[in-house]
């Protein structure tokens, strides 16, 4: 008796074991347009949807594309890089936000988030390209974002934001807006195209804007700053829009 207990005993460790190792999550996720959500999202069995993957990615971890196909909208409520850099992954939003940020879990200290080598297209109907509600960091890199309703990208929380190398156009709104709900915005932009949208740079509440680099052009308004700050490092081209604007400031670079 005592014998049959130990091996059942034995045998429940091995399948806890066993679907521990299968519900583990990987820090790296990969997907594909001819992957799909039930796989472990691994480089030969690759999710079909940023959203698949995320729940499949560890906090810190990095999800990236093998091919460029349109991967969906997706809420990152955890620190993440979703890196699509050489393949160009794409979200189609229309009708939603293309990436929600939005992470408020204590045990998350970084609060960090990266996406890089993406297209976001709202083809018309889509609300925000980007919407940050809660993070301490965003990078955006390489990142094209077009045709949303609202902003390309919607900074609301208190964060400290990049953006480089990426074209905002098409935009009903602002290409960039930082209006603050929860604390002060730190917003810097360089080497970037803000073209077609209702403004380009618009600095509400409790944000500061950055800028260098960058071409401003064919915008509605090109900077606004009715409630923040523009801060220029005297190497943009804002030109060509319906109003320009100005910088609230600027520094000398060195």
């Not at 347009?33 to 810190?60: L, Q």
């Not at 509400?204 to 052009?217: D, E, K, P, Q, Y």
């Not at 923040?228 to 100005?246: E, H, L, Q, Y």
Request: proline share 2%.
């Amino acid at each position: 008796m005592r014998n049959i207990l130990l091996r059942a005993i034995h045998t429940f460790a091995l399948l806890m074991g066993f679907a521990f190792v299968i519900h583990a999550q990987a820090t790296r996720t990969w997907v594909s347009g001819v992957g799909d959500d039930i796989n472990p999202c691994s480089r030969t069995a690759p999710c079909k949807t940023f959203a698949g993957a995320i729940s499949k990615t560890a906090t810190n971890g990095e999800i990236n594309c093998l091919d460029p196909a349109g991967f969906g909208a997706v809420t990152v409520t955890k620190s993440i890089t979703i890196d699509c850099e050489d393949t160009q992954g794409s979200i189609l939003s229309a009708g939603t936000n293309g990436i929600i940020v939005n992470i408020t879990a204590a045990t998350d200290t970084k609060k960090a988030v990266k996406i890089r080598g993406l297209s976001i297209n709202g083809a018309g109907t889509g609300i925000n390209g980007i919407r940050i509600v809660n993070a301490s960091t965003l990078n955006v890199e390489e990142v094209v974002i077009d045709g949303c309703t609202q902003h390309g990208i919607s900074v609301e929380g208190n964060s400290q934001v990049v953006v480089k190398n990426s074209t905002i156009r098409s935009n009903a709104g602002a290409g960039i807006s930082g209006l603050s709900t929860s604390g002060p915005i730190d917003i810097m932009v360089t080497n970037s195209l803000l073209n077609g949208n209702g403004t380009g740079i618009l600095a509400g509440a409790g944000t500061v804007f950055r800028l260098s680099g960058n071409t401003i052009a064919f915008n509605t308004t090109g900077l606004s700053a009715p409630q923040g700050k523009i801060v220029s490092f005297r190497n943009n081209s804002i030109d060509g829009n319906g109003t320009n604007g100005a910088a609230t400031s600027t520094v000398t670079q060195q």
